[in-house]
């Protein structure tokens, strides 16, 4: 029975003690507001499907984040696009050039997007929300993944390009914490 009562108060002691060493690290609730590039340079000869990754690739969130808020890294549950800010743009065509039916996706085809343009003729910049929703797409899995390896995939017209360029500025808030 003695032992029964030292093993029961050794047992209470011991899940006193790692209750009190135990402490939640996670950061209070936040948001980091921040704005970054993903770039796929153009390259085509006329008529070919072309499939090219971003310059840089891949983009690590810790990489997107502000220098004071990279410890939160594994904190990040969402993000949210601030449309007005977000744009896709086409650059560097040239004169009779054209993309068709433009593709973005991951090879998990978590982000899998196509411009609902589907022949790019000039320089452009795409703004309203049926763009916006993939770079918000690409927030989302940003927020969820930690990375991403985005690819864009496109068909030239009957000229070749050969220093065109594919952007998408992203501006969004990833958050962390209870909210």
Known sequence: MKKLAFLSSFLITFMFVLGACSSDDTP?????????????????????????????SPIQLSNVLSSSNKD??????????????????????????????IVFSTLDKGVNFQLP???????????????????????????SKKSITLSATYRAGNIDIS?????????????????
């Open 72 to 101: 939160k890294v594994s904190y990040i549950k969402s993000s949210a696009i601030i449309r007005k800010d977000s744009y896709i743009s086409v650059s560097g065509l040239p004169v009779g050039a054209t993309l068709n039916n």
């Open 117 to 143: 343009a589907t022949i790019v003729s000039k320089d452009t910049i795409f703004y309203d929300d049926a763009y916006t929703d993939l770079l918000k797409s690409i927030g989302d899995y940003m927020a």
């Open 28 to 56: 209070p609730s936040g948001n980091d507001p921040v704005q970054f590039d993903i770039e796929f340079r153009v390259y085509a000869a006329a008529n070919s499907i072309v499939t090219s990754e971003s310059t840089t």
């Open 163 to 179: 220093n065109g360029l594919i952007q998408l500025h992203i501006s969004t808030a990833f958050k962390w914490g209870n909210d």
